[in-house]
């Protein structure tokens, strides 16, 4: 009887009826912007994870940060205090639980660090699950970087060849580069400390950073 | 697949610029049928004698407001990705204002003088010159108006957020509202058509 009389309605009046219900029906549903849930395609993580391509080790990394190289947002995924003593130049500080609230967007490629690999781990697969597309962690996160990259040891032979000679310099000048120093023997003999160098330490970097790339939308 | 698909990386930018024009076509082409290719009807609106623009505007207002809504509840769309501009209070407000002024006097919104240029309006043709002088003006002042430009920031804001209200509270009070305004355009238009008849004796 009611649908028989709807179905009499004008077409517009019947519209209106409609978005009415849909209104009402709306209240009762849940916030359309909390997406707290996800589904996960747990096969495709798995394969992803299977190889190493998510992974950007150090060497990669200082070598973009020295060419200017910007093309991708780095991540520091570490407590606010600790980003403030250290970070890796150019590095935005976003923990684990922002990640999402964050304006990264899903076509960006995201290079994740931290000081242990579980959170970084923990980055990636909130942010894979979330369908970003590139997504990659540092090997090793910051200790690497402290290791390998700020304070490299030389193992140094009596009489290098020009070879070793060659890479021995290329280390020394990128820890300078980045305010650290290269340890040989002497050093580590002398002062075991690899004290981070403070933030301003890379003054040099200059990021060829596309101005306002971030694109305006809207009419 | 979950839209919007550009965000999601689904296509590149190149695919997006086709993306674009083939929607942009069919949106001249619904602009044109809905009556906005013509000044004359554009500026109906604001002496109530046909309001036929006001009623497709406000009916694809809501229809685009229950769509996103549901497709975002059943998880078709991510809403947070929909991008939406943020809020300068007073600048917005007096350049609303200007537009309003500019829609009632020349009969066309930036986007209906598009369409009313591709049906051949010699109008239009000079209404969208007076634009991109008035964007050239606009630009060359820039420099003496940014502090006003910026002021009043309240970021990106909605409804919603602001007044503390429920999303579903919000999207019933604006379809209600519609509705009204729907009963109301009715009456107006028949009013003015009453009236127009009288003058004419």
């Known amino acids: ?219 | 697949m979950t839209a919007p698909f550009f965000k999601f990386g689904y296509f590149n930018d190149e695919v997006s610029l086709i993306v674009a024009f083939v929607i942009g076509i069919f949106f001249g082409l619904v602009l044109e049928k809905g009556g906005f290719g013509s000044a004359r009807m554009l500026a109906a609106q604001f002496y109530f004698t046909d309001m036929r623009v006001f009623k497709v505007m406000f009916t694809a207002i809501v229809t685009a407001m229950i769509g996103l809504f549901y497709f975002s509840w059943i998880g078709f769309l991510d809403l947070s990705l929909v991008y939406y501009g943020e809020t300068f209070l007073l600048p917005q407000l007096l350049g609303g204002l200007i537009l309003g002024v500019g829609f009632v006097i020349g009969g066309y919104c930036p986007g209906t003088s598009a369409v009313a240029i591709s049906t051949g309006r010699i109008d239009a043709i000079f209404y969208a010159l007076g634009g991109m002088f008035g964007i050239f003006v606009f630009g060359e002042m820039f420099p003496y108006i940014t502090d006003f430009f910026y002021s009043t920031p309240m970021g990106q804001i909605n409804l919603p957020d602001l007044l503390g209200i429920n999303y579903g509270i919000i999207m019933l009070l604006v379809i209600l509202m519609a509705i009204g305004g729907f009963t109301a355009a009715e009456w107006a238009e028949k009013l003015m058509a009453e009236k127009q008849s009288k003058a004419r004796g």
């Open chain 1, 1 to 219: 009887m009611l649908l028989k009389n709807f179905a009499e309605l004008p077409a517009r009046k019947r519209i209106g009826i409609v978005a009415i219900i849909l209104g009402i029906v709306s209240i009762f549903a849940s916030n359309p912007f909390s997406n707290v849930n996800t589904k996960v395609n747990i096969k495709e993580l798995s394969l992803v994870s299977a190889d190493e391509i998510s992974e950007v080790n150090v060497e990669e990394l200082s070598d973009w940060l020295i060419k200017g190289k910007y093309d991708y947002r780095l991540i520091d995924l570490r407590k606010d205090e600790e980003y403030k003593k250290y970070h890796i130049p150019t590095s935005e500080n976003v923990t684990v639980a922002r990640l999402l609230k964050s304006d990264l967007a899903r076509n960006e490629k995201i290079i994740l660090y931290s000081d242990n690999d579980i959170t970084s781990a923990q980055g990636w697969f909130i942010l894979k699950s979330n369908n970003y597309k590139g997504v990659y962690v540092i090997k090793g996160g910051i200790e690497s970087w402290q290791k390998e990259i700020l304070f490299p040891s030389c193992t140094c032979d009596e009489n290098p060849t020009i070879e070793q000679k060659h890479k021995h310099d290329k280390l020394a000048e990128v820890a300078k580069y980045f305010g650290g120093e290269l340890r040989t023997e002497g050093i580590i003999a002398a002062n075991n400390k690899m004290e981070m160098p403070s933030i301003e330490a890379p003054a040099t970097i200059e990021l060829k950073k596309p101005k306002g790339k971030r694109k305006r939308e809207g009419c």
